[in-house]
């Protein structure tokens, strides 16, 4: 199965993103009446930056970026155990709700939501201020649910707490019609802030090694191809995995925030040419910026039981899986080797035990990441996001 199967089709959805981008440039001179300029360069990042136009272009100028997410789908996923536990309680007196934590799954779902938001504000260095929570539903009834709803509220706080900014507001409108019954639409977005000297610009370097830091499953990208395979099996999310643990708990797991991990990493003085938030595109992302580079992996991370289980059942090729899942890393710092060490030891410090993959290379015109643990080759005509 390949990811464009199950309907989210990549070549489909970004062209309308690419012509957003061109569109939206011709807006950007009413910034100077606000008193800002932007960093034009920061279009198509994950995440856009102004910088104060007051100031005299210093390495403490002051820069403000920020960033619209939105979850996916993946909340259906505790949804859907849910429902399935009903029927299986029904069919089995044993059996109830007891076994799906909902609190702690939708807490986790909401710290996946925010996940969305910073990890992107991360790649550039920007740290979050203000986090705005977007919570959409079908049917006021939606709310009746006090444990899911209360798991939301503390998983958001617990993400902010990490990251280090306020939960300042919010919206959630009842929207009947566009969003079905008995569904939720979860979206968010943060603007924070870093002097120009703490800005991770695009300074990709001939010879700089490439960094990944593990992800904690397949965090909030893939989750409809997920859905797809659980329909199709007997059990569906309570199918176990190699480990022993149903498939939905594999995929409920909360996406790991990088945020804290980048600012160490800055703090100690690891000098960081550029940062990719690995999620949709999967490996494809590591050649997210525009200067051809070739970018060669020697080494890939042992991916979590879940990728295993979705390859299996969703008879997906590894290239496939790489091309569109995170296969074990959420995200990319390219450093000069003589900053590897400091990032290494950061990793351990906060339990984030990163490897140190591969290297660049400048190869005048050439696009690509090679994978050569796995044999595949991924062509910059591949990744068009912008």
Request: charged share 25%; aromatic share 8%; hydrophobic share 40%.
């Amino acid at each position: 199965m390949k990811y464009e199967d199950t309907g989210v089709v990549y070549e489909l959805m970004d062209p309308y993103k690419r012509a957003a981008q061109i569109a939206a440039r011709a807006t950007a001179g009413n910034l100077t009446g606000r008193g800002f300029v932007e960093l034009e360069w920061t279009r198509g990042e994950s995440v856009y930056v102004v910088k104060q136009r007051v100031t005299f272009n210093t390495q403490n100028d002051l820069c403000i970026g920020f960033v619209v997410e939105g979850l996916g789908t993946k909340n259906i996923v505790l949804d859907r155990m849910r429902l399935q536990a009903e029927i299986r309680a029904k069919a089995h007196a044993a059996l109830g709700m007891d076994e799906i934590d909902a609190f702690r799954y939708s807490a986790n779902i909401a710290i996946d939501n925010a996940a969305m938001v910073f990890n992107d504000m991360a790649t550039l260095g920007i740290r979050p201020v203000v986090f705005g929570q977007h919570l959409a539903v079908g049917a006021s009834e939606w709310f009746q649910n006090q444990e899911r709803w209360n798991g939301l509220i503390h998983g958001t706080v617990v993400a902010c707490n990490v990251v280090g900014c306020t939960w300042g507001c919010g919206e959630t409108p009842t929207l009947k019609g566009i969003v079905e019954k008995d569904a939720a639409e979860l979206s968010g977005s943060s603007w924070g802030m870093c002097t120009l000297n703490q800005l991770i610009c695009c300074n990709i370097a001939h010879g700089d090694r490439i960094i990944l830091i593990p992800s904690s499953g397949v965090h909030a990208n893939g989750l409809t191809m997920c859905r797809s395979i659980a329909d199709s099996l007997p059990k569906g999310y309570y199918t176990s995995m190699n480990d022993g643990r149903p498939f939905g708990d594999g995929l409920l797991q909360p996406t790991a925030l990088y945020g804290p991990m980048v600012e160490a990493c800055q703090n100690a003085g690891a000098e960081i040419h550029y940062a990719v938030n690995i999620t949709g595109h999967g490996w494809r992302k590591l050649m997210r910026a525009i200067e051809p580079f070739v970018y060669i992996i020697d080494k890939v991370p042992d991916p979590q039981p879940v990728f295993r289980f979705i390859q299996k059942h969703g008879k997906a090729s590894k290239r496939d899986m790489y091309a569109d899942f995170n296969m074990g890393a959420g995200f990319a710092l390219f450093v000069p080797p003589e900053s590897v060490p400091i990032v290494e030891e950061i990793g351990r410090v906060k339990k984030m035990p990163v490897l140190d993959a591969g290297y660049i290379e400048k190869r005048g015109d050439e696009k690509r990441v090679e994978i050569r643990p796995i044999k595949e080759v991924f062509e910059g005509k591949e990744l068009e996001v912008r």
